[in-house]
């Protein structure tokens, strides 16, 4: 799958939430690799701050990013629609602190990306795919998120509070297809009772009863309910029953949960990458949410490329017999067992590693470890099938080392290992010439890796 980033620029405006200002955000389609970005463009120097969770900053009723003194706020809805449309890349300039909330919900950002429609880039998407059990908690709210494997992505969310109104609900999103018909439409709420207090903490000052769900659920006296509404700016009104206190009925009868969701997608979208696993957030939050988001960031930053998914049970896209169709290397060089994926940038090839090597007599007969040269080389032959696979009649071509560089070895490779070769272009093909970085994977580490120059040639 290819990266995507907007076909052309949509602009909205209203009132921040928390602000109250009048803002206006213009989104633009960004380069390859570019991620989503923000830029303020009402200040000196219009600096930029990367949508990514290392630079969250507070999560206290909105996702906040910051770069020093400079702070965008509320921008969960905005990312939640790009993340859901398949956007890679996306710059986002503003003239304030945060983005406007509009009616509350995302719904207005995925017409907008619908209207302007996408463009395919060149570049690989780059998925973050869960491999195993994942779980984050936070015992003062009992919150608690857990992520599964699985071949997509899906959200479960379970809210529950202590109200007669809004007690436990549920959503649920399978396909991100859905997202803009089922979950987008979904708006922001708040209790009556958390008006006042928010207010003190200098928040939710563009708030009013079209841009978020308001739910009256304990019983306040006329007055302060006129107060509260004097505070905020808007026109008293008489409330007798509890329930939704809105000037327009709910989207959805679990409004609130599928908001929830919203907020999780994008949250997760701070991630910097496309997930593949199975979220389940149980009265989730922005804090739960962006906790899990920097612990995956932790771990992209340590290792960037993460191991490819190899399942042994799978037909591979080129078996041992093909490889030796394509590549002059035989006993005992040939180190390239088969190849499980490709595309047009990289290739994925395995090598499973046993004790019956011939290396192993000499390297070491009493610890033995696989030569490190011969780890490149296993990798430059995987390269080469990625180079082949640019010309017809690969069978007539062969491919040469002409450089190698940035060599480092991190793990022993022992008999029993499975390696797993990544390999993809760092610069187009040109003149018969491809610079390649290679890295080589035992599990989920990475045990060797390299760049390399190689020449492909027509046999003689």
């Known amino acids: 799958m290819k990266q995507q980033t ?18 206006e955000a213009t989104f633009y389609p960004a380069a390859e690799n570019t991620g989503y970005k923000f830029q303020r463009v009402d200040l000196p120097d219009q600096p930029v701050i990367d949508a990514l969770a290392e630079n969250v900053t507070e999560t206290e009723r909105g996702t906040v990013i910051s770069r020093g003194d400079v702070r965008i706020s509320t921008i969960e809805h905005a990312l939640a629609a790009l993340y ?26 995925a017409q907008e990306i619908e209207r302007v429609g996408l463009v395919e880039q060149s570049a690989d998407k780059n998925f973050y795919v869960v491999k195993h059990k994942i779980e984050v908690r936070d015992e003062a709210t009992g919150a608690h998120l857990t992520v599964l494997p699985d071949s997509d992505f899906s959200v479960d969310v379970m809210v529950s509070y202590d109200s007669p109104v809004l007690t436990n609900q549920f959503a649920r999103l399978e396909n991100v ?16 009772r958390e008006v006042e207090p928010l207010l ?20 306040l006296p006329q007055e ?7 505070l905020m700016g808007v026109p008293h009104k008489k409330v007798s029953d509890f329930g939704y206190i809105n000037n327009r009925p709910l989207e959805f009868e679990n409004e609130p949960a599928r908001h929830k969701l919203l907020d999780v997608m994008g949250d997760v979208a701070l991630i910097g990458r496309p997930l593949k696993g199975r979220i389940i957030a149980c009265r989730p939050g922005h804090k739960i949410n962006t906790t899990f988001a920097k612990q995956i960031r932790k771990e992209i930053i340590r290792q960037e490329l ?16 093909e490889i030796r169709e ?12 088969k190849i499980i994926e490709k595309g047009e940038s990289y290739i994925v090839g395995v090598k499973n590693v046993t004790v019956n090597e011939p290396f192993f007599q000499g390297h070491f007969p009493q610890e033995p470890v696989m030569p490190g040269v011969l780890l490149v080389e296993a990798m430059a032959q995987t390269g080469g099938l990625l180079v082949l696979g640019t010309v017809d009649e690969p069978e007539r071509y062969s491919t040469y080392f002409m450089k190698i560089d940035n060599v480092k070895f991190r793990q022993k490779v022992v008999p029993g290992d499975t390696l797993l070769f990544h390999v993809s272009f760092l610069t187009p093909l040109r003149r018969g010439c491809a610079l390649m970085k290679g890295v080589a994977f035992v599990g989920d580490k990475i045990v060797c890796e390299c760049e390399f120059m190689a020449q492909i040639a027509k046999n003689k």
């Open 6 to 23: 907007l076909n052309g620029e949509f602009t909205v405006k209203g009132k921040g939430l928390h602000t109250g200002l009048e803002i």
């Open 84 to 109: 859901a449309a398949g956007i890679d890349n996306c710059l986002i300039k503003l003239n304030g602190p945060e983005l406007p909330i509009l009616d509350g919900s995302a719904v207005i950002y």
């Open 177 to 192: 297809a859905e997202f803009r018909k089922e979950i987008a439409a979904s708006r922001t709420f708040v209790f009556v």
């Open 200 to 219: 003190k903490a200098n928040l939710i000052k563009g708030g009013d009863l079209d841009n978020a769900i308001v739910i009256y659920d304990r019983e």
């Open 224 to 230: 302060q309910l006129d107060h509260i509404a004097d």
């Open 306 to 321: 993460q191991a490819p998914y190899y399942n042994p049970s799978a037909q591979p896209l080129m078996d041992i017999n």
């Open 326 to 337: 394509h590549l002059p290397h035989r006993y005992p060089m040939l180190l390239v067992d």
